[in-house]
């Protein structure tokens, strides 16, 4: 008899997340990211006027999408999605073309300066395939990030989709995310500001 394959989501509740980046340092380390570019990230905005101002954050990553894009237009078929639904990029067959970088919608994936590749979040596919969850969400200091099966109807995370409201990034574009957020402030998913290392190029 066969089994229903897994199907792997991040979870990332809003209500807890202070912003403080443990999560873009532990996939740093966990995945020997050079300096300068980042796998995960923290984006910020700040509301209202002083002295009434407030935060609101967002973490990223890749999504992992159902419908990826990055491994349609990819030349080489460096990029794949793997039965489990994580999106990878073989090492050996990318050239470094950045067509998947130009069309990701999320802006997740940079040129590895040292290996002239391009790379993403996997969800530390390394730790998983291990038994482990991926490294920001072990390190989280509130638990604000959960990792888990969503065609597991009895796992924390398809349980929480399934009953709470739920928000993703960009959700016009159909390539059907699986990162979820829930109290996601839509001003800064909305706001203008792309991956950290724009702004170095």
């Not at 739920?166 to 909305?190: C, R, S």
Request: hydrophobic share 40%; charged share 20%; proline share 8%.
């Amino acid at each position: 008899m066969s089994s229903t394959p897994k199907r792997y989501a991040v979870l990332i509740d809003l209500r807890r997340c202070i912003g403080c980046q443990t999560c873009s340092v532990a996939c740093k380390s966990a995945n020997d990211v050079p300096l300068g570019v980042w796998r995960t990230w923290v984006k910020q905005i700040e509301k209202g006027t002083y002295p009434h101002v407030t935060k609101s954050f967002l973490p990223l990553l890749c999504n992992q999408c159902e419908n990826p894009v990055c491994v349609t237009v990819c030349p080489t078929k460096a990029s794949y999605r793997r039965e489990d639904g994580i999106v990878l990029i073989n090492p050996h067959l990318c050239i470094g073309c950045r067509y998947c970088m130009a069309a990701c919608p999320y802006d997740v994936r940079y040129v590895n300066p040292l290996k002239r590749i391009v790379q993403k979040c996997d969800f530390c596919v390394h730790r998983i395939d291990a038994g482990l969850a991926p490294a920001c969400v072990e390190a989280c200091p509130v638990g604000a990030m959960l990792f888990g099966d969503m065609h597991d109807p009895a796992s924390e995370i398809a349980q929480l989709v399934a009953t709470h409201p739920m928000q993703v990034v960009k959700p016009e574009i159909a390539t059907n995310p699986h990162v979820f957020y829930i109290n996601a402030d839509l001003a800064v998913m909305d706001a203008k500001g792309g991956a950290p290392w724009k702004s170095q190029e």
